[in-house]
DNA sequence: TTTCGTTATATAAATAAATATATAACGAAA
DNA sequence: TTTCGTTATATATTTATTTATATAACGAAA
């Protein structure tokens, strides 16, 4: 018996403002490593991303939220170092919520798409 | 008072299958634009897309499919053409009600969107 | 005051993606 | 059998995106 192809049905979400977009899955693990390493720089190592661009991606949101995400500080003990504020981390919990429900819908209506 | 900044959902969804995407937003336009004109050139063209690209498009909806989304000729009264099979059809509408239900989830979601 | 590793920034290089260009194949109709 | 505009395909060019490289600024701690 021959074994039908199977389709599923995936996507993805992001939370935008007028001035484009402010929080996707990406711009969310970034601000994770960031708060666990306590760097931009080692948060963008570990997703293999140029520092340059982890660094565009927060100053994009930081300047998009009245508040910061992340508030970085060069020099002294380490060299520098990064933090994830209350702010970002409300914005990372928000997202969470939005792509758990965006993953229900997906998985809802991944049944049956049949041509 | 202050105005608040606004921010919202917003998305994208596409059916998949295990050779990569199948069906998303740009791809059915083109299927649609193509059942309008009978033709690919015409609409890509009218999609301000290279017939290059409309043309990949085209293989690799076919190619993931059962049975082709298009068909097309070349020679002929017109120089060729191209014609949306029934399967073809078919995939742009079961699209089209998941794009439905997706809108709606993000209206739903949208709302109270706050840091 | 020297060292350290990071932040911040600019510029160059490399890579990827899209577009442009050219040309053969095609077959109905004149 | 000639013409026509499209499909199909390869290759070159352009554009956009990403990464690499370099360097100054920084401030706590040794």
Do not use: C
């Not at 306590?38 to 982890?54: D, F, N, V």
């Not at 508040?67 to 002294?76: A, E, K, L, Q, T």
């Not at 990064?82 to 758990?100: H, M, R, S």
């Amino acid at each position: 018996m021959k074994e039908d192809k199977s389709f599923k049905l995936n996507g993805r979400i992001w939370i935008e403002s007028d001035s484009g977009r402010l929080l996707g899955p990406g711009r969310v693990e970034l601000l994770e490593r960031i708060k666990a390493s306590g760097s931009i720089r080692q948060a963008a190592l570990q997703m293999e991303m140029s520092y340059r661009q982890a660094w565009d991606l927060v100053e994009d949101m930081n300047k998009q939220m009245e508040m910061p995400v992340v508030i970085s500080h060069r020099g002294g003990k380490g060299g520098g170092n990064a933090i994830v504020t209350e702010q970002g981390e409300k914005a990372i919990e928000q997202f969470y919520i939005l792509q758990k429900k965006f993953q229900k819908f997906l998985k809802l209506n991944s049944s049956k798409i049949q041509f």
